[in-house]
């Protein structure tokens, strides 16, 4: 049965795998393996030092992906909320090939000590710091938007308001569904469902500097959020309200 973890940087998470590290020097089996490099790119820092067993077990994989790498398989651990790490990330041991052309040098050039030359240490750093960008880019969230787009008057082309909105990409946002919502007076609004990433996209700023300003606030007047719940592991936490707009929209959309 695969091992899971569940939020190692919460302390609960943090006892939870101290304590499993009690009697154990990794994570799974009797060598460092990818399992070990999948719960060390999960956690931000490392574990304080109250947490003997953690702290003892992230220093001994941070030493070994900075010297001679990781290469066993595992067996197929999970972090919550925790993607597979990419293999380009993962280290590996020198090859044969390299460890045969060391043994060609001359004795005087032996390092009896072990220690790195500069290039070593140089690569070692950069696949440690590859581990720790990719379990950033991991930690990064979601948040479903749904924003209320407010024509002039009744003579707008919603079309066109329509067209200049979707028009707006940037890197992390993704539009979805629309639906007009009469407003009076013969005015109609426009609703529309964004998906954004959280670190690459503020909902405030794609309001103020992409949507109401030239050329689209030739059709569009102001932009209000009407609702916005963050995304969890794949799923909405959205209010009540929120789901009979979803099922307007679909409704609408149909």
């Known amino acids: 049965m695969a091992v899971a973890f569940y939020d190692v940087t919460s302390d609960a998470g943090l006892k939870k ?39 003892r077990w992230f220093n001994h994989i941070d030493a070994l992906l900075r010297i001679s790498g990781v290469s066993a398989e595992g067996s197929g651990v999970t972090v919550e909320g925790c993607a597979p790490i990419p293999e380009e990330a993962i280290a590996t041991p020198p090859t044969a090939d390299s460890k045969a052309a060391a ?39 979601k948040s479903s938007v749904l924003l209320d787009v407010k024509p002039w008057d009744d003579e707008t082309d919603m079309k066109k308001l329509e067209e200049a909105v979707r028009g707006v990409q940037m890197e992390g946002l993704l539009w979805g569904a629309s639906k007009l919502v009469p407003v009076g007076y013969g005015i109609k609004k426009m609703q529309i469902m964004l998906t954004i990433v959280d670190d690459l996209v503020s909902v405030d700023t794609l309001i103020e500097e992409c949507l109401t300003v030239e050329p689209i606030n030739e059709y569009v007047q102001s932009c209000d959020i009407v609702a916005f719940n963050k995304i969890l592991c794949g799923l909405s936490l959205i209010w009540h309200s929120y789901y009979r707009n979803l099922g307007s929209l679909a409704m609408g959309a149909g």
């Open 17 to 55: 795998l101290d304590d499993y590290l009690l009697t154990r020097s990794y994570i799974t089996g009797y060598q460092a393996s990818k399992d070990d490099v999948t719960v060390y790119a999960a956690l931000s820092k490392a574990p304080s030092s109250k947490y003997v067993n953690a702290s």
């Open 103 to 141: 043994a060609d040098d001359d004795d005087d050039d032996v390092d009896l000590f072990g220690e790195e030359t500069e290039e070593e240490k140089k690569a070692a750093e950069e696949r440690a710091a590859a581990v720790k960008a990719s379990a950033k880019k991991k930690e990064s969230g």
